[in-house]
């Protein structure tokens, strides 16, 4: 294939510590590369110099000047005065004009009679369209619909203003952008980030099919295996190359880490054996020798070996438990549901289990289907609605929650592991902080000063010192690289007792589980024994309903185009673009949602002649007498506002809500105390407003007749 970027010598210095040193490699047409490397070796870094963001300070970057690179940054930035759909058309603007032309050419054709001219215009034509037949551009309308919904938005979405998007949804519509403009390379900086699973489905299934060449930065090592064919793995600041994707990359890896070893060793020995004779033999009957061997010694130190690549793994490891009954937890007819317009919501209904020592469960289903909430009843953190949970005898239950409360953000790490009434010495709390990854001065610095990575391995170590024998873990691998990610499920299987995790990592899954429990979005559930790839095979063969299929983006365009008739679409959409919110703020917008489509459904029938209207819907529209004695009745508690304004007040503040808890993830954020502590205020403030907002809204609707 032909080469289309060629990558010599760049580098890179932050500070006095360089980023990248030698960083060389090509690209050819078609390559899907996913760059890997741990956190801090300088990835973005180099994504950036590639988009032409920064600049090398060494080193050059060749491509011929007609191939076009398109960018996928982490944090993109808002553009005002546009909706979704304007945006994602103005990455096909160049095709738009085109058209244009081809329109002005046609109608010029129409109206000419010189017959030269003719000909000239009838070939600028053929070569517009065929131009715009290459780039389906006939096409433009269903192929950004194609691509928002593949990305994750539904149709009612399309004139949400960009202004008002959330971080993640951002993100969403940068990647959808780039996808449109179809560069001829692509950048991505963790283009999975933000997206569902069927969204992350549906762009591995895109990205085998692009003609573009790819660059890719991700941890999901099954996005990477099912989208790349080479690997180039960043690390001390040069660039390693292995063709195949991640699976075979790891494989080669490690027969090349042997060769490399082995290696280094041999020569280590050959300078040491040098050094030995010349000091032992330097003046005596060997004293030629001993010259000859300083020669070979210089020889060999002019040219030394390079280092193994080894990448250390974090030796993480969880403690011996004591041993628990043989039952863990029993679960009969167990149900929980959340209010929505009036009515409860299930979220998992008729729940029978029984967990046993040392199995390991993996919880599987949409966004809002009630993992999180399952873990806290079986926490008792929640009541069921119905039924029961049974806990076993000798139950040691140490809990990870993925928002990180269950370390003190105040605290300095080395003492914020340390458990309740438990006698744990600073040089032990210290070299078990050491084998999670944190070492020397991180082991001081406050919780709120970490990165979101350093604090999930606060965490963890925590979970280590609790010598729990049932862990119990919230989307555990969020924030981790590769390496930490494979040290965790090292000591996740080397643990003796019993483990319940949620995780959107499906190569996690795979490695870990033994039982799948799937919640479907009908609060019905399914348990296999098995790994996420059972699960996968099973959805195949048909012998199990996809769960998730409800997500896929044909249907969500249908159940865009029924929401007026149904409640379920609503709620699922709502909980999904609401994920960073409570359930109770999330309960909160369905209840407003379903109230206020009601609301428009009564006001349309009320101004049909009544000869089209069923007895049914007359009986069911607001009597104007009735809300007069309601007036009557009620004071209002706060002053007249249109219901459309507290509407958009509510709007606006959730936005704004979402917004402060994703800042809080920023490492500039966590980093900074202070900072921390501010953005908290923030959204405590916001979340007391909004809760005030939500009485207003629902004492306008009722007498504001």
């Given at each position: 294939m032909e080469v289309i970027l060629t990558v010599e010598h760049l580098r890179k210095h932050f500070s006095a510590e360089a980023v990248l040193v030698d960083v060389c490699f090509q690209l050819r047409a078609g390559d899907k590369v996913g760059l890997v490397g741990p956190n801090g070796c300088g990835k973005t870094t180099l994504l950036n110099i590639?988009?032409?963001?920064?600049?090398?300070?060494?080193?050059?970057?060749?491509?011929?000047?007609?191939?076009?690179?398109?960018?996928?940054?982490?944090?993109?930035?808002?553009?005002?005065?546009?909706t979704i759909l304007e945006e994602a058309k103005n990455s096909l603007a160049h095709l738009l004009e085109l058209q244009h032309d081809a329109e002005k050419i046609a109608h010029a054709i129409a109206e000419t009679k010189d017959e030269t001219e003719l000909a000239r215009l009838a070939n600028r034509y053929d070569r517009i369209h065929e131009l715009l037949r290459r780039h389906d551009a006939y096409q433009i309308d269903h192929r950004v619909a194609r691509i928002l919904h593949g990305v994750g938005f539904a149709d009612?979405?399309?004139?949400?203003?960009?202004?008002?998007?959330?971080?993640?949804?951002?993100?969403?519509?940068s990647l959808a952008k780039l996808l449109l403009e179809e560069p001829d390379i692509m950048l991505l900086d963790e283009p999975s980030n933000h997206l569902d699973l069927p969204a992350t489905e549906w762009l591995e299934e895109f990205l085998q099919n692009t003609a573009a060449a790819v660059i890719l930065v991700s941890h999901d090592?099954?996005?990477?295996?099912?989208?790349?064919?080479?690997?180039?793995?960043?690390?001390?600041?040069?660039?390693d190359d292995y063709a195949g994707n991640f699976t075979k990359y790891t494989n080669l890896k490690e027969d090349r880490l042997t060769v490399q070893t082995r290696t280094y060793e041999k020569y280590t020995e050959e300078v040491e054996k040098a050094k030995e004779f010349i000091r032992r033999n330097h003046y005596g009957m060997k004293a030629?020798?001993?010259?000859?061997?300083?020669?070979?010694?210089?020889?060999?130190?002019?040219?030394p070996a390079e280092l193994p690549r080894k990448i250390e793994v974090p030796a993480m490891n969880f403690p011996k438990p004591p041993r628990s009954g043989e039952m863990i937890f029993r679960l009969d007819d167990v149900s929980k549901g959340f209010p929505a317009d009036g009515n409860i919501r299930p979220l998992f209904r008729n729940l029978t289990i029984n967990i046993q020592r040392g199995e390991r469960w993996g919880i599987l289903g949409p966004n809002g289907c009630g993992k999180t909430t399952l873990l806290k009843c079986l926490l008792n953190l929640l009541p069921v609605d119905t039924g029961k949970i049974i806990h076993g005898t000798g139950l040691k239950i140490g809990y990870f929650d993925q928002q990180l409360h269950v370390i003190d953000d105040k605290m300095q790490v080395v003492d914020a592991i340390r458990p309740a009434k438990k006698i744990f010495e600073e040089p032990a709390r210290r070299n078990l902080l050491g084998a999670f990854g944190l070492t020397g001065d991180q082991q001081l610095q406050t919780v709120s000063s970490l990165s979101g990575g350093q604090r999930c391995r606060a965490a963890l170590a925590k979970l280590s010192a609790e010598d729990a024998n049932v862990m119990i873990l919230d989307e555990p691998t969020n924030h981790l690289d590769i390496w930490a990610r494979n040290g965790l499920e090292k000591a996740i299987r080397d643990f003796d007792g019993t483990v319940l995790f949620i995780s959107h990592d499906r190569y996690f899954v795979d490695k870990l589980a033994d039982h799948v429990l799937i919640i479907q979005p009908n609060a019905k559930f399914k348990t296999i024994e098995g790994n996420y790839s059972t699960f996968k095979q099973l959805v195949a063969s048909g012998l199990l309903a996809d769960p998730f299929a409800n997500a896929t983006f044909t249907e969500r365009k249908e159940q865009t185009q029924t929401a007026a008739k149904t409640n379920t679409n609503d709620l699922t959409h709502t909980n999904h673009q609401n994920k960073n919110l409570t359930e109770k703020q999330i309960a909160q917008q369905n209840?407003?949602?379903?109230?206020?489509?009601?609301?428009?459904?009564?006001?349309?029938?009320?101004?049909?002649?009544?000869?089209?209207?069923?007895?049914h819907q007359i009986k069911n529209l607001p009597d104007p007498k009735n809300n007069a004695e309601k007036k009557e009745k009620r004071i209002r508690k706060f002053p007249f506002r249109?219901?459309?304004?507290?509407?958009?007040?509510?709007?606006?503040?959730e936005t704004r809500l979402m917004s402060l808890n994703e800042d809080l993830l920023r490492p500039?954020?966590?980093?900074?105390?202070?900072?921390?502590?501010?953005?908290?205020?923030?959204?405590s403030d916001e979340q007391n407003k909004i809760t005030t907002l939500y009485e207003h809204w629902d004492e306008s609707n009722e007498l504001n007749w």
């Open positions: 590639l988009a032409g963001k920064e600049e090398a300070e060494k080193g050059t970057i060749s491509k011929s000047a007609d191939t076009t690179i398109g960018y996928l940054e982490q944090r993109p930035s808002a553009e005002f005065g546009k009612h979405e399309f004139e949400k203003p960009v202004t008002a998007l959330s971080g993640g949804e951002l993100n969403r519509l090592r099954y996005f990477l295996d099912k989208t790349t064919n080479r690997i180039l793995e960043l690390y001390r600041g040069t660039i030629a020798q001993a010259e000859d061997r300083r020669k070979k010694l210089e020889r060999l130190l002019e040219e209840w407003k949602q379903n109230a206020q489509k009601k609301e428009s459904e009564k006001k349309k029938l009320a101004q049909q002649p009544n000869k089209n209207k069923s007895n249109k219901v459309a304004d507290i509407e958009e007040e509510i709007f606006a503040r500039e954020v966590t980093r900074n105390g202070e900072m921390v502590k501010s953005i908290h205020a923030e959204i």
